[in-house]
Protein backbone atom coordinates (compact mmCIF):
# COMPACT_ATOMS: atom_id res chain seq x y z
CA UNK A 1 0.00 0.00 0.00
CA UNK A 2 2.90 2.63 1.11
CA UNK A 3 5.02 1.43 -1.92
CA UNK A 4 1.85 1.95 -4.09
CA UNK A 5 1.33 4.97 -3.18
CA UNK A 6 4.95 6.31 -3.29
CA UNK A 7 5.01 5.03 -6.94
CA UNK A 8 2.16 7.30 -7.55
CA UNK A 9 3.50 10.09 -6.29
CA UNK A 10 6.85 9.18 -8.24
CA UNK A 11 4.59 9.38 -11.71
CA UNK A 12 2.67 12.05 -10.92
CA UNK A 13 5.56 14.17 -10.14
CA UNK A 14 7.31 13.11 -13.15
CA UNK A 15 4.11 13.80 -15.64
CA UNK A 16 4.26 16.92 -14.32
CA UNK A 17 7.55 17.69 -15.32
CA UNK A 18 7.45 15.58 -18.56
CA UNK A 19 3.82 16.75 -19.82
CA UNK A 20 5.42 20.19 -21.54
CA UNK A 21 7.67 18.30 -23.47
CA UNK A 22 5.42 15.56 -24.68
CA UNK A 23 2.96 18.39 -25.64
CA UNK A 24 5.50 19.89 -27.89
CA UNK A 25 6.18 17.14 -29.46
CA UNK A 26 3.16 16.31 -30.76
CA UNK A 27 2.85 19.99 -31.79
CA UNK A 28 5.53 19.42 -34.09
CA UNK A 29 3.30 16.35 -35.99
CA UNK A 30 0.42 18.80 -35.72
CA UNK A 31 -0.64 20.22 -39.54
CA UNK A 32 -2.60 22.99 -38.29
CA UNK A 33 -0.45 26.22 -38.03
CA UNK A 34 -2.12 27.14 -34.62
CA UNK A 35 -1.19 25.54 -31.44
CA UNK A 36 -4.73 25.66 -30.33
CA UNK A 37 -6.43 22.84 -32.24
CA UNK A 38 -5.07 19.90 -33.88
CA UNK A 39 -5.32 19.49 -37.64
CA UNK A 40 -4.04 16.26 -38.25
CA UNK A 41 -0.76 14.49 -38.62
CA UNK A 42 2.40 15.52 -40.44
CA UNK A 43 5.84 15.69 -40.78
CA UNK A 44 6.00 18.53 -42.93
CA UNK A 45 7.41 20.62 -40.25
CA UNK A 46 10.56 18.86 -40.20
CA UNK A 47 10.97 19.05 -43.94
CA UNK A 48 10.51 23.07 -43.97
CA UNK A 49 12.77 23.16 -40.89
CA UNK A 50 15.66 22.27 -43.07
CA UNK A 51 14.64 24.97 -45.10
CA UNK A 52 14.35 27.99 -42.53
CA UNK A 53 17.70 29.29 -42.43
CA UNK A 54 16.93 31.79 -39.57
CA UNK A 55 16.03 28.79 -37.38
CA UNK A 56 19.57 26.65 -38.70
CA UNK A 57 21.36 29.74 -38.24
CA UNK A 58 20.21 30.18 -34.56
CA UNK A 59 20.73 27.13 -34.00
CA UNK A 60 24.05 27.03 -35.91
CA UNK A 61 24.83 30.11 -32.98
CA UNK A 62 23.27 28.40 -30.20
CA UNK A 63 25.32 25.26 -30.57
CA UNK A 64 28.55 27.29 -31.15
CA UNK A 65 27.88 29.30 -28.02
CA UNK A 66 27.21 26.23 -26.04
CA UNK A 67 30.36 24.25 -26.86
CA UNK A 68 33.10 27.19 -27.43
CA UNK A 69 31.62 28.53 -24.05
CA UNK A 70 31.84 25.05 -22.18
CA UNK A 71 35.20 24.38 -23.22
CA UNK A 72 36.57 27.53 -22.41
CA UNK A 73 35.48 27.27 -18.62
CA UNK A 74 35.86 24.00 -18.36
CA UNK A 75 39.75 24.89 -19.01
CA UNK A 76 39.53 27.96 -16.80
CA UNK A 77 38.03 26.01 -14.16
CA UNK A 78 40.30 23.12 -13.91
CA UNK A 79 43.25 25.50 -13.79
CA UNK A 80 41.74 27.55 -11.19
CA UNK A 81 40.82 24.28 -8.94
CA UNK A 82 44.11 23.00 -9.07
CA UNK A 83 45.50 26.50 -8.27
CA UNK A 84 42.95 26.58 -4.97
CA UNK A 85 44.13 23.59 -3.57
CA UNK A 86 47.29 24.82 -3.38
CA UNK A 87 45.93 27.83 -2.06
CA UNK A 88 45.44 29.14 2.30
CA UNK A 89 42.21 28.44 3.51
CA UNK A 90 41.65 32.14 4.04
CA UNK A 91 42.27 33.03 0.14
CA UNK A 92 40.48 29.23 -1.11
CA UNK A 93 37.39 30.65 1.14
CA UNK A 94 37.00 33.45 -0.80
CA UNK A 95 37.67 32.40 -4.07
CA UNK A 96 34.88 29.79 -3.59
CA UNK A 97 33.09 32.93 -2.78
CA UNK A 98 33.43 34.63 -5.76
CA UNK A 99 32.60 31.20 -7.70
CA UNK A 100 29.41 31.04 -6.10
CA UNK A 101 28.25 34.55 -6.95
CA UNK A 102 26.48 33.63 -10.29
CA UNK A 103 25.18 30.56 -8.96
CA UNK A 104 23.37 32.33 -6.56
CA UNK A 105 22.91 36.09 -8.01
CA UNK A 106 19.62 36.08 -10.39
CA UNK A 107 20.05 35.72 -14.07
CA UNK A 108 18.65 39.74 -14.14
CA UNK A 109 21.36 40.77 -12.54
CA UNK A 110 23.90 38.59 -14.08
CA UNK A 111 22.91 39.67 -17.45
CA UNK A 112 22.24 43.49 -16.62
CA UNK A 113 25.55 43.86 -15.18
CA UNK A 114 27.33 42.25 -17.77
CA UNK A 115 25.38 44.45 -20.40
CA UNK A 116 26.16 47.73 -18.54
CA UNK A 117 30.18 46.50 -18.37
CA UNK A 118 29.91 45.91 -22.25
CA UNK A 119 28.23 49.41 -22.76
CA UNK A 120 30.52 50.99 -20.91
CA UNK A 121 33.90 49.39 -22.15
CA UNK A 122 33.20 49.92 -25.90
CA UNK A 123 32.49 46.33 -26.25
CA UNK A 124 30.61 46.05 -29.64
CA UNK A 125 27.54 43.55 -29.37
CA UNK A 126 27.49 40.84 -30.98
CA UNK A 127 28.70 37.13 -30.72
CA UNK A 128 31.50 37.59 -28.99
CA UNK A 129 29.71 39.51 -25.72
CA UNK A 130 27.34 36.25 -25.52
CA UNK A 131 29.98 33.67 -25.38
CA UNK A 132 32.25 36.09 -22.46
CA UNK A 133 28.79 35.94 -20.65
CA UNK A 134 28.42 32.44 -21.10
CA UNK A 135 31.93 31.26 -20.09
CA UNK A 136 31.14 33.65 -17.29
CA UNK A 137 27.96 31.63 -15.90
CA UNK A 138 29.99 28.17 -16.57
CA UNK A 139 32.91 28.61 -14.76
CA UNK A 140 31.31 28.01 -11.11
CA UNK A 141 29.60 24.62 -11.94
CA UNK A 142 32.87 23.26 -13.55
CA UNK A 143 34.52 24.30 -10.17
CA UNK A 144 31.64 23.01 -8.53
CA UNK A 145 32.15 19.39 -10.10
CA UNK A 146 35.92 19.71 -10.21
CA UNK A 147 36.79 20.80 -6.73
CA UNK A 148 34.86 17.42 -4.67
CA UNK A 149 37.13 15.58 -6.84
CA UNK A 150 40.33 17.70 -6.27
CA UNK A 151 39.66 17.13 -2.33
CA UNK A 152 39.84 13.31 -2.72
CA UNK A 153 43.02 13.18 -4.00
CA UNK A 154 45.63 11.41 -2.26
CA UNK A 155 48.69 14.14 -2.60
CA UNK A 156 51.03 11.06 -2.09
CA UNK A 157 50.79 9.35 -5.29
CA UNK A 158 51.49 12.73 -6.71
CA UNK A 159 54.28 12.91 -4.66
CA UNK A 160 55.25 9.07 -5.48
CA UNK A 161 55.34 10.16 -9.15
CA UNK A 162 57.77 12.81 -8.81
CA UNK A 163 59.97 10.53 -6.31
CA UNK A 164 60.35 7.93 -9.12
CA UNK A 165 61.83 10.57 -11.72
CA UNK A 166 58.41 12.06 -13.43
CA UNK A 167 58.49 15.55 -13.96
CA UNK A 168 55.36 17.82 -12.74
CA UNK A 169 54.08 18.43 -15.73
CA UNK A 170 54.16 14.31 -16.33
CA UNK A 171 52.66 13.48 -12.93
CA UNK A 172 50.05 15.78 -13.14
CA UNK A 173 48.67 14.40 -16.60
CA UNK A 174 49.48 10.50 -15.27
CA UNK A 175 48.16 10.67 -11.90
CA UNK A 176 46.25 13.70 -11.19
CA UNK A 177 44.22 14.49 -14.53
CA UNK A 178 42.24 10.99 -14.74
CA UNK A 179 41.01 11.69 -11.42
CA UNK A 180 39.93 14.52 -11.69
CA UNK A 181 38.04 13.97 -15.51
CA UNK A 182 35.00 12.60 -14.25
CA UNK A 183 34.55 15.88 -12.14
CA UNK A 184 35.80 17.77 -15.40
CA UNK A 185 33.08 16.13 -17.86
CA UNK A 186 30.14 16.61 -15.41
CA UNK A 187 31.24 20.33 -14.99
CA UNK A 188 31.64 20.43 -19.10
CA UNK A 189 28.23 18.49 -19.20
CA UNK A 190 26.31 20.86 -16.81
CA UNK A 191 27.84 24.17 -18.31
CA UNK A 192 26.67 23.24 -21.82
CA UNK A 193 23.07 22.13 -21.00
CA UNK A 194 23.04 25.27 -18.93
CA UNK A 195 24.29 27.06 -21.66
CA UNK A 196 22.19 25.82 -24.34
CA UNK A 197 18.83 26.32 -22.00
CA UNK A 198 20.09 29.85 -21.63
CA UNK A 199 17.58 32.54 -21.92
CA UNK A 200 17.92 35.67 -19.48
CA UNK A 201 21.89 36.42 -19.88
CA UNK A 202 21.76 36.07 -23.81
CA UNK A 203 18.72 38.61 -23.89
CA UNK A 204 20.28 41.07 -22.01
CA UNK A 205 24.16 40.50 -23.48
CA UNK A 206 23.48 40.00 -27.34
CA UNK A 207 23.24 42.30 -30.19
CA UNK A 208 21.08 43.58 -32.77
CA UNK A 209 20.85 40.85 -35.31
CA UNK A 210 22.39 37.86 -33.60
CA UNK A 211 19.96 35.24 -32.19
CA UNK A 212 20.19 32.18 -30.53
CA UNK A 213 17.18 29.80 -30.39
CA UNK A 214 16.07 30.85 -27.05
CA UNK A 215 16.18 34.96 -28.08
CA UNK A 216 14.61 33.87 -31.37
CA UNK A 217 11.61 31.66 -29.49
CA UNK A 218 10.95 35.20 -27.31
CA UNK A 219 10.70 37.44 -29.87
CA UNK A 220 8.57 34.82 -31.64
CA UNK A 221 6.06 34.73 -28.75
CA UNK A 222 3.88 37.50 -29.74
CA UNK A 223 2.70 36.10 -33.23
CA UNK A 224 2.66 32.84 -33.09
CA UNK A 225 6.08 30.41 -32.42
CA UNK A 226 6.73 29.06 -35.57
CA UNK A 227 5.66 25.09 -35.74
CA UNK A 228 9.45 24.27 -37.40
CA UNK A 229 10.92 25.17 -33.71
CA UNK A 230 8.57 22.30 -31.81
CA UNK A 231 10.43 20.23 -34.69
CA UNK A 232 14.30 21.07 -33.73
CA UNK A 233 13.56 21.21 -30.28
CA UNK A 234 12.00 17.32 -30.89
CA UNK A 235 14.67 16.47 -32.56
CA UNK A 236 17.39 17.45 -30.19
CA UNK A 237 15.26 16.20 -27.07
CA UNK A 238 15.40 12.83 -28.86
CA UNK A 239 18.48 13.01 -29.73
CA UNK A 240 19.82 13.31 -26.45
CA UNK A 241 17.51 11.13 -25.01
CA UNK A 242 18.72 7.79 -27.35
CA UNK A 243 22.53 9.09 -26.85
CA UNK A 244 21.80 8.73 -22.82
CA UNK A 245 19.87 5.58 -23.23
CA UNK A 246 22.69 3.77 -25.12
CA UNK A 247 25.13 5.02 -23.13
CA UNK A 248 23.44 3.92 -19.90
CA UNK A 249 23.07 0.33 -21.53
CA UNK A 250 26.73 -0.03 -22.63
CA UNK A 251 28.22 -2.96 -20.22
CA UNK A 252 30.80 -0.69 -18.56
CA UNK A 253 27.81 1.99 -17.59
CA UNK A 254 30.04 5.03 -18.62
CA UNK A 255 27.15 7.64 -17.48
CA UNK A 256 28.00 6.29 -14.22
CA UNK A 257 31.71 7.81 -14.70
CA UNK A 258 30.13 11.05 -16.69
CA UNK A 259 27.51 12.09 -14.21
CA UNK A 260 29.05 10.32 -11.76
CA UNK A 261 27.83 12.25 -8.11
CA UNK A 262 30.50 13.79 -6.23
CA UNK B 1 50.20 19.51 -4.69
CA UNK B 2 50.84 21.74 -1.94
CA UNK B 3 53.27 24.02 -3.49
CA UNK B 4 53.46 27.68 -4.00
CA UNK B 5 54.79 27.43 -7.14
CA UNK B 6 51.33 26.57 -8.26
CA UNK B 7 50.25 30.07 -7.32
CA UNK B 8 50.27 31.29 -11.29
CA UNK B 9 47.81 28.81 -12.07
CA UNK B 10 44.91 30.95 -10.17
CA UNK B 11 45.69 33.78 -12.20
CA UNK B 12 43.47 33.09 -15.31
CA UNK B 13 40.20 32.49 -13.06
CA UNK B 14 41.25 35.62 -10.47
CA UNK B 15 41.43 37.68 -13.40
CA UNK B 16 38.29 36.66 -15.26
CA UNK B 17 35.92 36.63 -12.44
CA UNK B 18 37.19 40.15 -11.12
CA UNK B 19 36.55 41.86 -14.90
CA UNK B 20 33.24 39.64 -15.53
CA UNK B 21 31.78 39.21 -12.31
CA UNK B 22 33.16 41.92 -9.39
CA UNK B 23 33.52 44.66 -11.62
CA UNK B 24 29.79 44.25 -13.40
CA UNK B 25 28.48 44.04 -10.15
CA UNK B 26 30.01 47.11 -9.28
CA UNK B 27 28.80 49.12 -12.37
CA UNK B 28 25.16 48.00 -11.10
CA UNK B 29 25.68 50.26 -8.30
CA UNK B 30 27.59 52.98 -9.84
CA UNK B 31 24.68 53.46 -12.19
CA UNK B 32 22.01 52.70 -9.75
CA UNK B 33 23.22 55.50 -7.62
CA UNK B 34 23.80 58.64 -10.12
CA UNK B 35 21.55 60.09 -12.02
CA UNK B 36 22.00 60.07 -16.33
CA UNK B 37 24.04 63.39 -15.66
CA UNK B 38 26.43 61.48 -13.42
CA UNK B 39 25.57 62.84 -10.41
CA UNK B 40 25.25 60.88 -7.04
CA UNK B 41 21.38 60.18 -6.24
CA UNK B 42 19.32 58.02 -4.10
CA UNK B 43 16.27 58.86 -6.15
CA UNK B 44 16.62 55.59 -8.67
CA UNK B 45 16.48 53.19 -5.08
CA UNK B 46 13.73 55.29 -3.48
CA UNK B 47 11.80 54.85 -7.01
CA UNK B 48 11.03 51.50 -5.26
CA UNK B 49 8.50 53.02 -3.38
CA UNK B 50 6.12 54.42 -6.16
CA UNK B 51 2.94 52.91 -6.18
CA UNK B 52 3.79 50.87 -9.26
CA UNK B 53 7.05 49.53 -8.43
CA UNK B 54 6.01 48.35 -4.76
CA UNK B 55 2.89 46.75 -6.02
CA UNK B 56 5.26 44.81 -8.59
CA UNK B 57 8.02 44.00 -5.78
CA UNK B 58 5.39 42.96 -3.37
CA UNK B 59 3.64 40.75 -6.03
CA UNK B 60 7.27 39.30 -6.60
CA UNK B 61 7.73 38.05 -3.19
CA UNK B 62 4.25 37.21 -2.74
CA UNK B 63 4.61 34.70 -5.94
CA UNK B 64 8.12 33.33 -5.04
CA UNK B 65 7.24 32.78 -1.45
CA UNK B 66 3.78 30.43 -2.02
CA UNK B 67 6.20 28.86 -5.14
CA UNK B 68 9.29 28.04 -2.50
CA UNK B 69 6.94 26.46 -0.54
CA UNK B 70 5.36 24.43 -2.67
CA UNK B 71 8.47 23.43 -4.25
CA UNK B 72 9.86 22.19 -1.01
CA UNK B 73 6.29 20.81 0.23
CA UNK B 74 6.80 18.85 -3.31
CA UNK B 75 9.94 17.50 -3.19
CA UNK B 76 11.12 16.69 0.09
CA UNK B 77 8.80 13.71 -0.06
CA UNK B 78 10.01 13.15 -3.51
CA UNK B 79 13.81 13.38 -2.48
CA UNK B 80 12.98 10.74 0.60
CA UNK B 81 11.14 8.58 -2.31
CA UNK B 82 14.48 8.28 -4.62
CA UNK B 83 16.94 8.51 -1.82
CA UNK B 84 15.49 4.71 -0.09
CA UNK B 85 14.79 3.70 -3.64
CA UNK B 86 18.62 3.32 -3.09
CA UNK B 87 19.29 3.38 -6.88
CA UNK B 88 22.89 2.37 -6.82
CA UNK B 89 23.31 5.63 -9.89
CA UNK B 90 23.02 8.45 -8.44
CA UNK B 91 23.76 9.97 -12.06
CA UNK B 92 20.47 8.53 -13.05
CA UNK B 93 18.09 10.38 -10.68
CA UNK B 94 20.39 14.03 -11.76
CA UNK B 95 20.08 12.77 -15.19
CA UNK B 96 16.26 12.65 -15.21
CA UNK B 97 15.80 16.60 -13.79
CA UNK B 98 18.70 17.63 -15.89
CA UNK B 99 16.59 16.52 -19.36
CA UNK B 100 13.71 18.33 -19.85
CA UNK B 101 16.60 21.16 -19.65
CA UNK B 102 17.42 20.14 -23.01
CA UNK B 103 14.31 21.32 -24.51
CA UNK B 104 13.78 25.10 -24.72
CA UNK B 105 13.01 26.73 -21.52
CA UNK B 106 10.67 29.03 -23.16
CA UNK B 107 8.89 26.48 -25.15
CA UNK B 108 8.07 23.99 -22.64
CA UNK B 109 6.71 27.13 -20.48
CA UNK B 110 5.15 27.82 -23.40
CA UNK B 111 3.64 24.72 -23.49
CA UNK B 112 1.70 25.56 -20.40
CA UNK B 113 -0.35 27.42 -22.63
CA UNK B 114 -0.79 24.74 -24.46
CA UNK B 115 -2.15 22.49 -21.67
CA UNK B 116 -4.09 25.45 -19.93
CA UNK B 117 -6.16 27.03 -22.08
CA UNK B 118 -9.87 26.95 -22.35
CA UNK B 119 -10.35 24.62 -24.52
CA UNK B 120 -6.32 22.93 -23.66
CA UNK B 121 -5.84 19.34 -22.99
CA UNK B 122 -5.90 19.69 -19.18
CA UNK B 123 -9.85 20.96 -19.72
CA UNK B 124 -10.59 18.16 -22.38
CA UNK B 125 -9.51 15.75 -19.78
CA UNK B 126 -11.55 17.48 -17.04
CA UNK B 127 -14.82 17.94 -19.55
CA UNK B 128 -14.22 14.24 -20.54
CA UNK B 129 -14.31 13.35 -16.73
CA UNK B 130 -17.10 15.32 -16.13
CA UNK B 131 -15.03 16.97 -13.31
CA UNK B 132 -15.18 21.26 -13.17
CA UNK B 133 -12.75 23.11 -15.79
CA UNK B 134 -9.58 25.15 -14.35
CA UNK B 135 -9.34 28.36 -16.05
CA UNK B 136 -6.02 30.41 -14.56
CA UNK B 137 -4.26 30.68 -17.80
CA UNK B 138 -3.10 34.68 -17.56
CA UNK B 139 -3.87 34.94 -13.73
CA UNK B 140 -1.14 34.38 -11.11
CA UNK B 141 -1.97 30.94 -10.56
CA UNK B 142 -0.67 30.05 -14.00
CA UNK B 143 2.72 32.52 -13.04
CA UNK B 144 3.00 30.11 -9.84
CA UNK B 145 2.63 26.79 -11.74
CA UNK B 146 5.08 27.99 -14.08
CA UNK B 147 7.89 28.60 -11.37
CA UNK B 148 7.06 25.39 -9.34
CA UNK B 149 7.45 23.65 -12.91
CA UNK B 150 10.69 25.47 -13.80
CA UNK B 151 12.12 25.39 -10.35
CA UNK B 152 11.23 22.25 -8.67
CA UNK B 153 14.79 20.09 -10.20
CA UNK B 154 16.45 22.82 -8.01
CA UNK B 155 14.98 22.21 -5.14
CA UNK B 156 15.12 17.99 -5.44
CA UNK B 157 18.31 17.98 -6.67
CA UNK B 158 20.07 19.42 -3.14
CA UNK B 159 17.82 17.59 -1.09
CA UNK B 160 18.48 14.56 -2.99
CA UNK B 161 22.20 15.02 -2.47
CA UNK B 162 21.75 16.17 1.44
CA UNK B 163 19.51 13.07 2.53
CA UNK B 164 21.09 10.47 0.36
CA UNK B 165 24.59 11.68 2.50
CA UNK B 166 22.82 10.96 5.82
CA UNK B 167 24.58 7.54 7.27
CA UNK B 168 21.92 4.57 6.95
CA UNK B 169 24.02 4.02 10.77
CA UNK B 170 22.89 7.22 12.39
CA UNK B 171 19.42 6.20 11.50
CA UNK B 172 19.33 2.71 12.70
CA UNK B 173 20.99 4.07 16.13
CA UNK B 174 18.12 6.33 16.57
CA UNK B 175 15.68 3.24 15.94
CA UNK B 176 17.44 1.02 18.24
CA UNK B 177 17.15 3.73 20.85
CA UNK B 178 13.34 3.30 20.55
CA UNK B 179 12.37 6.48 18.18
CA UNK B 180 9.68 6.10 15.98
CA UNK B 181 9.41 7.22 12.49
CA UNK B 182 8.22 10.14 13.41
CA UNK B 183 10.83 11.37 16.18
CA UNK B 184 13.67 9.66 13.60
CA UNK B 185 12.34 12.33 10.72
CA UNK B 186 12.14 15.15 13.19
CA UNK B 187 15.12 14.95 15.20
CA UNK B 188 17.12 13.03 12.74
CA UNK B 189 16.78 13.37 9.20
CA UNK B 190 15.28 17.07 9.09
CA UNK B 191 18.18 18.56 11.23
CA UNK B 192 20.83 16.69 9.00
CA UNK B 193 19.24 17.83 5.74
CA UNK B 194 19.35 21.34 6.75
CA UNK B 195 22.12 22.45 4.24
CA UNK B 196 19.98 20.72 1.61
CA UNK B 197 16.86 22.55 2.59
CA UNK B 198 18.73 25.87 2.50
CA UNK B 199 20.22 25.33 -0.41
CA UNK B 200 16.65 24.58 -2.14
CA UNK B 201 14.84 27.31 -0.87
CA UNK B 202 17.91 30.03 -2.15
CA UNK B 203 18.25 28.03 -5.26
CA UNK B 204 13.99 28.41 -6.14
CA UNK B 205 13.43 31.62 -4.29
CA UNK B 206 16.14 33.92 -6.02
CA UNK B 207 15.41 32.94 -9.46
CA UNK B 208 11.26 33.01 -8.91
CA UNK B 209 11.66 36.67 -7.33
CA UNK B 210 13.14 37.92 -10.26
CA UNK B 211 11.40 36.24 -13.46
CA UNK B 212 10.16 38.29 -15.60
CA UNK B 213 9.70 35.83 -18.64
CA UNK B 214 7.26 33.39 -16.75
CA UNK B 215 5.34 36.06 -15.75
CA UNK B 216 5.19 37.57 -19.70
CA UNK B 217 4.79 34.11 -20.70
CA UNK B 218 1.82 33.05 -18.40
CA UNK B 219 0.38 36.19 -16.98
CA UNK B 220 -0.53 37.28 -20.00
CA UNK B 221 1.57 40.96 -20.03
CA UNK B 222 -0.70 42.20 -17.94
CA UNK B 223 0.71 41.42 -14.52
CA UNK B 224 4.29 42.78 -13.54
CA UNK B 225 6.63 41.04 -11.51
CA UNK B 226 9.52 43.55 -10.30
CA UNK B 227 11.82 41.40 -13.17
CA UNK B 228 8.93 43.04 -15.51
CA UNK B 229 9.88 46.18 -14.37
CA UNK B 230 13.59 45.77 -14.54
CA UNK B 231 13.46 44.22 -17.78
CA UNK B 232 11.37 47.39 -19.40
CA UNK B 233 13.66 49.68 -17.65
CA UNK B 234 16.63 48.66 -19.86
CA UNK B 235 15.30 46.72 -23.22
CA UNK B 236 12.36 49.30 -23.81
CA UNK B 237 12.78 52.72 -21.63
CA UNK B 238 16.33 52.74 -21.90
CA UNK B 239 16.65 54.36 -18.04
CA UNK B 240 19.84 52.16 -17.26
CA UNK B 241 19.57 54.18 -14.10
CA UNK B 242 16.66 53.62 -12.54
CA UNK B 243 16.52 49.49 -13.69
CA UNK B 244 20.43 49.30 -12.29
CA UNK B 245 18.93 51.11 -8.39
CA UNK B 246 15.58 48.59 -8.85
CA UNK B 247 17.95 46.15 -9.43
CA UNK B 248 19.98 47.38 -6.13
CA UNK B 249 16.88 46.48 -4.10
CA UNK B 250 16.87 43.09 -5.52
CA UNK B 251 20.36 42.09 -4.38
CA UNK B 252 19.64 42.97 -0.70
CA UNK B 253 17.40 40.11 -0.87
CA UNK B 254 19.75 38.55 -2.80
CA UNK B 255 22.39 38.95 -0.68
CA UNK B 256 20.11 38.10 2.25
CA UNK B 257 19.93 34.76 0.62
CA UNK B 258 23.81 34.25 0.44
CA UNK B 259 24.25 34.97 4.14
CA UNK B 260 21.68 32.33 4.85
CA UNK B 261 23.40 29.94 2.62
CA UNK B 262 26.81 30.87 4.19
CA UNK B 263 25.74 29.93 7.39
CA UNK B 264 23.77 26.93 7.15
CA UNK B 265 26.24 25.30 4.64
CA UNK B 266 29.37 26.20 5.21
CA UNK B 267 30.91 22.47 3.71
CA UNK B 268 28.49 23.37 0.03
CA UNK B 269 27.18 19.71 1.35
CA UNK B 270 23.39 20.81 0.21
CA UNK B 271 25.00 21.55 -3.59
CA UNK B 272 22.99 20.87 -6.65
CA UNK B 273 26.03 18.99 -7.78
Known amino acids: MRNAAKKIYITLIFLFLYAPIGTLMVLSFNASRTRAKWGGFTFKWYVELFQNDDILRALGNTLLIALVSSITAAFIGTIACIAMNGMKKRTRTIMMGVTNIPMLNADIVTGISLMLLFISFGFRFGLGTILLSHITFNIPYVILSVMPRMKQLNPSTYEAALDLGASPVTAFFKVVFPDLLPGILSGFLMAFTMSLDDFIITHFTKGAGVDTLSTKIYTEVRKGIKPEMYALSTIIFATVLVLLILVNLSPENRSEKIFKEN | ?273
Open chain 2, 1 to 273: MTSNKNNWLSAPYTLWSAVFIIIPLCMIFYYGLTDKTGAFTLENITAIATAEHAKALRLSILLSLISTLLCFLLAYPLAMILTNMKISQHSFIILIFILPMWMNFLLRTLAWQTLLEKSGVINSILTFLHLPNINIINTPYAIILGMVYNFLPFMVLPLYNALSKIDENVINAARDLGADNIHTFFRIILPLSVPGIISGLSMVFVPALTTFVISSLLGGSKILLIGNVIDQEFTQASNWNLGSGLSIVLMIFIILNMIASAVFDKDGEGSML
